[in-house]
């Protein structure tokens, strides 16, 4: 199921304030409204869609989550963020993006754009930092969560981001042990994955041989 656009709906912008949103959605909900339009399912259906979105987009905290799954899907731009940052902030960037993660149809996910934040978030300036504060703690809870991401993306996405993982782990070796780890094991599931056709294929055929073989006694 295809995300809605709840800003298309309501007929603003993305960067919309409050004031806009809610002077769209009043206008649409009595253009739409049952009583002015009794007879018209189309109007009813319209007037539902127009209050979902009003629902979502005038809640600060559903916004946020909604901007960010729409992102994620590749439906807009992210919004840049103003805090400065710090080994801390992107923790908390982390720890959101798996949040996010979590309420999302993984299904509708878009691959190449999950790994363009993550790699946003492990840029060098960003990686530099981490270097720098060399905050043992931050770092590993950074890794972990982003390895706990890492379980959405596909095989072929993988390598860049385990790589600057590694950067942020540094001479941490429990922190290089746990991307080792993962690593590993995304490889043995891949060749578990790749060989799978094949062994149905053998089974397939040993059934074939036995009950032939059977068949003929």
């Given at each position: 199921?295809?995300?809605?656009?709840?800003?298309?709906?309501?007929?603003?912008?993305?960067?919309?304030?409050?004031?806009?949103?809610?002077?769209?959605?009043?206008?649409?909900?009595?253009?739409?409204?049952?009583?002015?339009?009794?007879?018209?399912?189309?109007?009813?259906?319209?007037?539902?869609?127009?209050n979902e979105a009003y629902s979502i987009l005038s809640d600060t905290q559903k916004r946020?989550?909604?901007?960010?799954?729409?992102?994620?899907?590749?439906?807009?731009?992210?919004?840049?963020?103003?805090?400065?940052?710090?080994?801390?902030?992107?923790?908390?960037?982390?720890?959101?993006?798996?949040?996010?993660?979590?309420?999302?149809?993984?299904?509708?996910?878009?691959?190449?754009?999950?790994?363009?934040?993550?790699?946003?978030?492990?840029?060098?300036?960003?990686?530099?930092?981490?270097?720098?504060?060399?905050?043992?703690?931050?770092?590993?809870?950074?890794?972990?969560?982003?390895?706990?991401?890492?379980?959405?993306?596909?095989?072929?996405?993988?390598?860049?981001?385990?790589?600057?993982?590694?950067?942020?782990?540094?001479?941490?070796?429990?922190?290089?042990?746990?991307?080792?780890?993962?690593?590993?094991?995304?490889?043995?599931?891949?060749?578990?994955?790749?060989?799978?056709?094949?062994?149905?294929?053998?089974?397939?055929?040993?059934?074939?041989?036995?009950?032939?073989?059977?068949?003929?006694?």
């Amino acid at each position: 199921m295809q995300l809605k656009d709840h800003y298309k709906t309501l007929g603003v912008k993305p960067s919309a304030p409050n004031t806009e949103i809610k002077k769209a959605y009043r206008t649409l909900a009595v253009k739409y409204h049952p009583d002015k339009n009794p007879d018209s399912a189309l109007c009813e259906v319209q007037f539902k869609e127009v209050n979902e979105a009003y629902s979502i987009l005038s809640d600060t905290q559903k916004r946020a989550r909604y901007d960010e799954e729409r992102w994620l899907n590749g439906m807009g731009q992210k919004t840049s963020y103003n805090e400065g940052v710090t080994p801390n902030w992107l923790k908390n960037v982390c720890v959101e993006l798996n949040t996010s993660l979590n309420q999302m149809d993984t299904h509708r996910l878009s691959q190449s754009t999950l790994q363009t934040y993550m790699l946003m978030i492990l840029a060098d300036a960003h990686l530099g930092i981490l270097q720098s504060e060399n905050d043992t703690e931050t770092n590993r809870h950074i890794v972990s969560e982003l390895l706990k991401a890492s379980s959405k993306l596909e095989h072929r996405y993988l390598p860049d981001v385990l790589s600057s993982l590694m950067v942020v782990a540094g001479s941490d070796s429990h922190a290089s042990q746990l991307i080792n780890q993962y690593n590993a094991e995304r490889n043995k599931q891949e060749l578990r994955e790749r060989m799978f056709p094949y062994i149905v294929l053998g089974v397939t055929l040993a059934l074939c041989a036995f009950m032939y073989f059977y068949a003929g006694m």
